[in-house]
């Protein structure tokens, strides 16, 4: 068994431009604003980051191919640049390149960035595009929403939860994502909504309204990592450091095989499963103290709080409608906003979610600080479709914790 | 040895366009519209063509039928999607017919539908071995033309050959002549008509009595011996002149389904034989006969094998599985009638890489997936290793044909964001009965259908994306809900 990742890596600097339409900047400009305030924050100089990895997804919509659109933009001196590309999952692939280089001693300082222009199609939601010259034959004419949407009409055949009562919770959980979004300076969407304006919302893909779907936004975002060592030598106190990083991808069960109910992810409760062992935790409804999920509609964060074993199987409508996830609730979920309001720029989306666990357990989190500093926090980035995806979790916390 | 029918099949598409919503909208400029518009025309959905609708109606013909021992393929049609790349092929294909077998396109007039199956049958006797004869139309026309209303889209099949034959070919006479009464020239979309008093006088009222008045004399038959008279012409009040001037019973004249479905052009005789034989006994006499460019004379006479046909659709059937459309802008914009507002998402390409297709081709056109010889595990798509966890074993698949098999949902939605022609698009996970699943396209769900989890599905051939830049289309394997048994028709009953 391997030692896994557990305090090997501390966060040394974070950043993250403002999400939302930036219609007068490109990616690099986003990528600028994150990379400077990470930059100021880990206290080091630009010369001192050996290697760099770069996470976007639909690279066509921007940046194009390959790591030189990151060098040249932070102009970094010839080190290794490496792009990743995980769908929505981009982000935290990005960081867990940074953090093994950390840990397997490659680079003692590692750059992790994600960026993601969107607002560039002449549309809202995500571009429509083609899924590779063989799936285009047969794949489903699918969008993002219609895939997730189908969660809800599983998930209440399984449960035998009526579409009302889904649909309310689902409610709940846009609501509670605009109130905290509307404390977030650096959120796209800031406004506060009500349920009723949820449920009556226009349909997107059935059972999802327009209020069921988070924003597809710009942004960027980025860590720069160091062993606890280095950062303690840099004159860090009050480490954050890296408790796990699990990453599962489907492998065809759940899109051929007929023992998929299609109400669950597979692949986030196997990376849980692996998560908690690599981190130690054994309860983790009594030890994380945050969440931060790929709530990229509704219904995602419903079955996830399932999936990641915090709400009982079939009983996270109760927990969502009993505010256990609200920002003053007993672990809050989306405390930032989440994909839903602080955005969704995909390659960036990970690394925000980091950002967020990063500045609350710091006390930083200003107007949407909890009360009681999270000390261990998750976050799950999952890209794909529920039928087929990739699930990146990563477990940060307090050092000693 | 005798030659005739084995077997027929028919298709009608779902929605059915009521002929008033026609005449709401054009009665301002062409008020003669009003005498058309009653009852209601069969409408293609979006994702249908010339070569869906011949896959289905074979698929209805084929029920029960050995498909190796086929040893042709045709299709008729005016409106094929392809003009160099064999559309008999693709149905074909989409059977999973053998590949040592004569494939052909009948085409250029609206005599090619009796002219194919009077062929069809010739080869069938000479060569012994069964021929399958397909015939669709999906008409093209311009908005407020008489022909919007009297045509329909639709497709028939027949299965020919020796043997137990439901049908025996009696004769069939052809006249051939040059009376061009429309035409539609190269490149051009629409037809372009002359007066259809001369049409009728000259053309309907004198060749087609002289082919069928030699038919009737060469086979020794007397007109007053038939039971059924197939002509395809919306005014049905020709059929009768034409039967009033041979001799033909006058409740020989079928039945032209102009209130129902309207004229399917070039496949139209072939429809109403097709539909003539559902509810036909043993000794009737079926005269069929067409009118284009001359006229073909086909006379059968009904035996007792009739009574051993498998249970089928046929037109009636899917006649009944019906859903009456009242969007007439709906049908504008399936026929590229009014420049709609698609949205910026419909402009991704949807090319086709040529190799692509033929290395896929079992895959998209045939529906195979695969079959684990180890553990048993159905796929799709097929894959050189098992899906199934417990296995994973390599190389083990075999063809697995899933496009007849039926398969329950287990999830759906309906989408207004992606961009399809119909919104919402309607998909979802399906699970086939004996294993096997797919992420799969749902197709003519009709407005007040219930979707439901749980519920069963059929496989249906369909356009899956039309690639306009280039003029290619691909096709794939949609589901949509089994139909009520009920509709399917029994012979005899």
């Avoid at chain 1, 710009?218 to 160091?226: E, L, N, P, Q, W």
């Amino acid at each position: 068994m391997a030692s896994g990742i557990k305090d090997k890596v501390a966060i040394l600097g974070m950043g993250c431009s403002r999400f939302g339409e930036r219609w007068n900047d490109n990616a690099e400009d986003l990528m600028i604003e994150a990379f400077v305030e990470a930059l100021e924050d880990a206290g080091i100089e630009k010369s001192q980051i050996e290697a760099a990895w770069f996470g976007t997804a639909i690279e066509e919509e921007h940046v194009g191919k390959s790591a030189v659109p990151l060098s040249m933009a932070l102009r970094l001196p010839n080190i290794p640049v490496t792009r990743v590309e995980n769908y929505c999952a981009s982000g935290s692939e990005a960081f867990r390149g940074a953090v093994y280089a950390v840990a397997s001693g490659a680079a003692d300082i590692a750059l992790a960035l994600g960026v993601e222009k969107l607002k560039d199609t002449g549309y809202g939601g995500l571009p429509q595009r083609n899924r590779g010259s063989v799936n285009d034959m047969f794949w489903a004419n699918a969008s993002a929403p219609g895939s997730f949407a189908q969660l809800a009409s599983a998930y209440s055949a399984k449960h035998g939860v009526s579409k009302e009562d889904m649909k309310k919770a689902m409610a709940h959980i846009s609501v509670k994502s605009h109130d905290n979004g509307s404390r977030n300076p650096k959120a796209h969407l800031r406004n506060k909504i009500n349920e009723d304006k949820v449920m009556n919302a226009p349909m997107i893909a059935e059972p999802l309204g327009l209020f069921d779907c988070c924003g597809v936004s710009d942004g960027s975002a980025c860590a720069i990592v160091t062993t606890p060592e280095i950062a303690r030598s840099l004159g860090k106190k009050d480490l954050i450091t890296v408790k796990a990083l699990q990453l599962a991808a489907s492998n065809g069960t759940e899109a051929q095989h007929n023992s998929w109910d299609g109400s669950h992810f597979v692949t986030t409760r196997a990376a849980a499963n692996r998560a908690y062992k690599e981190a130690g935790i054994t309860k983790p409804r009594d030890q994380i103290s945050m969440f931060e999920v790929h709530d990229c509609f509704s219904i995602t964060e419903l079955v996830t709080m399932e999936d990641l074993f915090i709400s009982d199987e079939g009983k996270a409508v109760n927990d969502i409608m009993n505010g256990f996830y609200d920002a003053d609730g007993t672990i809050p979920c989306q405390i930032d906003g989440g994909l839903k309001c602080f955005g969704h720029p995909i390659g960036a989306s990970g690394l925000r979610m980091i950002y967020e666990m990063y500045l609350q357990m710091q006390g930083r989190a200003g107007e949407r600080q909890r009360t009681e500093e999270p000390t261990l926090g998750m976050t799950h980035n999952l890209g794909g479709f529920p039928h087929q995806n990739v699930c990146a979790l990563t477990i940060v916390g307090k050092e000693g914790v | 040895m005798e030659v005739g029918i084995l077997a027929y099949g028919g298709y009608i598409p779902q929605s059915r366009l009521q002929r008033s919503e026609i005449a709401k909208a054009h009665t301002w400029f062409n008020p003669g519209l009003k005498g058309l518009a009653k009852g209601e025309r069969a409408m293609a959905n979006w994702d249908e063509d010339s070569v869906t609708m011949a896959v289905e109606a074979a698929r209805d013909c084929l029920n029960g039928y050995d498909r190796e021992a086929i040893s042709a393929v045709y299709l008729a049609s005016t409106t094929f999607p392809f003009q160099d790349r064999q559309n008999a092929g693709i149905v074909a294909d989409a059977l999973s017919l053998k590949s040592n077998l004569q494939a052909m396109d009948f085409s250029s007039s609206q005599r090619a539908g009796s002219a194919g199956l009077s062929l069809a049958l010739q080869v069938a006797k000479g060569g012994g071995d069964p021929v399958l004869f397909t015939t669709a139309e999906k008409r093209e026309t311009r908005a407020a033309s008489p022909l919007e209303m009297t045509s329909g889209d639709g497709a028939a099949a027949f299965l020919v050959g020796q043997g137990k034959v439901i049908a025996r070919l009696v004769g069939s006479h052809t006249e051939a002549v040059d009376f061009v009464d429309h035409f539609r020239g190269e490149g051009a979309d629409y037809d372009y008509t002359w007066e259809e008093r001369w049409v009728r006088d000259e053309g309907y009222l004198k060749i087609v009595p002289a082919a069928i008045g030699a038919l009737l004399e060469e086979t020794g038959t007397d007109p007053a011996s038939i039971s059924t008279f197939c002509f395809p012409v919306a005014a049905r009040s020709v059929a009768g002149m034409i039967a009033k001037k041979i001799g033909l019973p006058e409740a020989s004249v079928a039945d032209n389904l102009q209130a129902n479905c309207g004229e399917t052009g070039t496949a139209h005789s072939m429809v109403m034989l097709a539909h003539a034989l559902e509810g036909a006994k043993p000794g009737d006499k079926i005269l069929v006969a067409s009118f284009g460019q001359g006229s073909d004379a086909l006379l059968f006479e009904v035996t007792d094998e009739i009574n051993n046909l498998s249970p089928r659709m046929g037109v009636s059937g899917y006649l009944e599985r019906r859903h009456a459309e009242t969007n007439y802008n709906k049908f504008l914009a399936f026929h590229n009638l009014i420049n709609l507002e698609r949205g910026i998402r419909a402009e991704t390409d949807k090319k086709t890489g040529l190799t692509t297709l033929y290395r896929n081709k079992d895959m998209a056109q045939r529906m195979i997936g695969g079959e684990c010889s180890q553990c048993g595990t159905a796929q799709f798509p097929k894959s050189n290793m098992c899906v199934n966890e417990n296995c994973g074993a390599v190389g083990t698949q075999d063809d697995y044909p899933f496009a007849d098999r039926i398969a329950r949902v287990n999830s759906f939605t309906a989408d207004r964001l992606t961009y399809s022609p119909d919104p919402p698009a309607y998909y979802g996970m399906i699970q086939f009965e004996e294993g096997g699943r797919l992420m799969s396209d749902f197709t003519d769900i009709a407005p007040d259908a219930e979707v439901e989890v749980g519920m069963s599905m059929r496989m249906t051939f369909r356009v899956k994306d039309y690639d306009d830049k280039r003029g290619f289309r691909r096709y794939f394997w949609k589901a949509t809900p089994v139909d009520a048994p009920a509709n399917a028709s029994k012979q005899g009953e």
